[in-house]
Nanobody
């Protein structure tokens, strides 16, 4: 089972980026998917997550600017990031709680760097 994240990059303040994360491998189901981020010298924090039913949850710092969505048919989660600020600069990690062989476990993708320059 793998989570493949993409879409990071360098953008100016006020710009937009869209991250994608696709789950591949033999799975029985996906419970929740989400995005975390970690800036240098800081702890990893939740950015947003979404349940299989479509219920979303956002960090206060990104509410109104970021939108999480998922494509259940493609086992993919997206994070649309608008009005980016310098404090959004971090490595962004995709997370999924997957059911594999009847066991629910947490999986992580590789980080994708988002850098917002002023």
């Amino acid at each position: 089972v793998q989570l493949q994240a993409s879409g990071g990059g360098l953008v100016q303040t006020g710009g937009s980026l869209k991250l994608s994360c696709a789950v591949s491998g033999r799975i029985s189901g996906i419970s929740s998917m989400g995005w975390y981020r970690q800036a240098p010298g800081k702890q990893r924090e939740l950015v947003a997550d979404i349940t299989s039913a479509g219920t979303t949850n956002y960090a206060d710092s990104v509410k109104g600017r970021f939108t999480i969505s998922r494509d259940n048919a493609e086992n993919t989660v997206y994070l649309q990031m608008n009005s980016l600020k310098s404090e959004d600069t971090a490595a962004y990690y995709c997370h999924a709680r997957l059911r594999v062989l009847f066991k629910l476990s947490d999986y992580w993708g590789q980080g994708t760097q988002v850098t917002v320059s002023s």
